[in-house]
């Protein structure tokens, strides 16, 4: 069935209430239509979805126009489940076009997206089976690639923070792919097409094989954003902006990045998040939660330095500083003076600490101030009250 053009704002509002109001009816958490990458082999095998917008708790009426359009184009929409995902065609879009009429002529730059993206789809000639709209009604599991996909999209435009979201079984439900450009190509396909494609010289330029993309290949970065090597940082990372990931070791990885201006030349592995004004230094590893913290997800403070080579098994508070090469995990024995206690205690009132002199390094976690360093005599351990503080170049975030 087709639905009349709808003429005013106020009829446009009034439908929105009659469909919200069906028996049923759930409001979902998020949604979006994204174009699907299917199988070169296996055309139902979805290898990749690619948003050009996603709704986080925003734009209801959108999605209510969304869910109309699909009932009206014969498809019923369960509400039962925690997600629920259908391929769009030509009806869908004309139906939605129409409920959005009033909008058309407004719907540019950052004013009216979903119409943007409907007005996009109606000047294509033939959207065929490449296009797929997925609601979620509930953070459960993800049960399709467009859902972790959304997720992911969620967490590197920051329209979620870090660790809120639930990824559980994203790794299962990605297939693991040859990324060539912004193409994936199913495997099985490459290695039954082999001869053929490397005898007639089509055979493509793999840059990756992975299960997840590249943050580049679906992301726009914040203008002051630097990411030197697209490899240095994959998708569902998030970074804010003023960050910079230079080339060699540095790398950062999903569900994990900065909440401000940070350099990033070492990594920063899953979970783990790096406050602004810091500095993760050339080859310095931030454990993630499957690298050893005993699935603990590691903060790193604001205008803290994690030196060249260093290891960092613990949260840490601001203006911290592990010196190069020295390795601090959960339980590293670590000596304090009684007069660097004394200052350590004065930089954190709020902080329990026994007096000794012998501590482990969970014991310190979370404190502001640390300075962790390695007597160059005896090798052992010690950490002091930090006075250096740590300032990034302005000119360069």
């Known amino acids: 069935m087709a639905i009349e053009t709808v003429q005013s704002t106020e009829a446009f509002k009034a439908l929105v209430a009659e469909v919200t109001s069906q028996v049923g009816y759930k409001e979902p958490m998020a949604f979006g239509i994204a174009r699907v990458d299917r199988g070169q082999k296996n055309a139902d095998k979805i290898l990749q979805a690619n948003f050009g917008l996603i709704n986080w708790n925003e734009n209801f009426g959108s999605a209510a126009v969304f869910i109309k359009a699909l009932q009206e184009a014969k ?18 879009v004309q139906n939605a076009m129409a409920v959005f009429d009033p909008y058309l002529a407004e719907a540019t730059g950052e004013a009216h997206k979903n119409v943007q993206v409907i007005k996009a789809l109606a000047n294509m000639e033939d959207i065929g089976k490449n296009f797929r709209i997925v609601f979620l009604f509930e953070d459960a599991n ?10 992911l999209y969620a967490l590197s435009q920051a329209k979620v923070a870090l660790r809120t979201v639930n990824l559980n079984g994203a790794f299962g ?46 992301i726009i970065p914040a203008d002051n954003t630097r990411i030197l090597e697209a490899s240095k940082v994959r998708m569902g990372a998030q970074l804010a902006a003023g960050t910079t990931v230079m080339p060699g070791a540095s790398y950062i990885n999903f569900n994990a990045g900065t909440l401000g201006a940070v350099m990033v030349e070492g990594r920063i592995s899953s979970s783990a998040i790096v ?11 931030i454990l993630g939660v499957l690298s050893g913290t005993d699935g603990n997800p590691i903060s790193i403070g604001e205008n803290t330095l994690l030196g060249a080579n260093s290891t960092c098994g613990i949260p840490l508070g601001d203006a911290c500083i592990i010196d190069g090469g ?36 969970d014991e310190l976690q979370g404190l ?18 930090s006075t250096r503080e740590v300032v990034l170049n302005e000119d360069l975030h």
């Open 326 to 361: 020295v390795a601090i995990f959960a339980g590293t024995k670590l000596s304090i003076s009684s007069e660097e206690l004394t200052k350590i205690k004065e930089a954190n009132p709020q902080a329990s600490l026994a007096e000794k002199a012998l501590f482990r390094a």
């Open 368 to 385: 502001n101030g640390l300075h962790f360093r390695q007597d160059s005599t005896s090798g052992e351990l010690i950490v002091r009250r």
């Open 173 to 218: 439900i990605l297939s693991n792919v040859a990324w060539v450009g912004n193409t994936p190509y199913e495997l099985d396909y490459l290695r039954d097409n082999e001869i053929e494609m490397k005898l007639n010289g089509t055979y493509p330029t793999v840059d990756a094989v992975d299960k997840f993309p590249r943050y580049l290949q679906h």
């Open 142 to 151: 993800a049960h399709s690639v467009e859902a972790v996909y959304l997720k």
């Open 275 to 285: 406050g602004a004004g810091s500095d993760v230094g050339g080859g310095a590893s």
């Open 75 to 92: 498809c019923t929409v369960d509400f039962s489940g925690s997600e629920f995902v259908a391929t769009i065609n030509d009806n869908f």
